[in-house]
């Protein structure tokens, strides 16, 4: 369900709540997580402009966590890369699907879509981090 840009910011800002306190660099975390350096430094740039991370540059710079583990929710996260909260559409792409003239899909698109973007709303990076092990 998450494309594998969302899972690497996801893995990455989990690895960043493991140190809260601290700045970490891009290398870093990419080679904590298993992650492409750039691609995963562009990822988390994107995440600081978004107001779910500090970034810091020069030495002992890089990049933490802007709020409590227990106040960023999953889809602060996955929002901006994935924009899931786009996903108003049709299911089958039908421009004029809605209530009034719904595709065959339409309420079971609408039920799925809205108890996903629920949980991605209500999981916290704090319960994440409590059930999951990055290696240091």
């Known amino acids: 369900m998450l494309s594998r840009s969302a899972i690497h ?72 890369i994935d924009h899931v909260s786009r996903w108003s559409g049709c299911f089958f792409g039908n421009p004029t699907c809605n209530a009034r003239n719904p595709c065959p899909m339409h309420e079971r698109w609408a039920e799925v879509r809205g108890e996903y973007l629920k949980m991605l709303q209500d999981i916290t990076i704090a319960e994440i981090l409590e059930g999951m092990h990055i290696p240091a």
């Open 9 to 80: 910011a996801l893995r990455a800002v989990v690895a960043l709540a493991e140190r809260p306190d601290e700045f970490q660099g891009a290398a870093a975390i990419a080679e904590r997580i298993g992650a492409p350096q750039n691609y995963l430094g562009k990822l988390l740039r994107s995440l600081a402009q978004e107001g779910v991370l500090h970034s810091q540059k020069g030495l002992g710079g890089g990049f933490q966590l802007l709020r409590d583990p227990d106040e960023i929710t999953l889809f602060d996260v996955v929002d901006p």
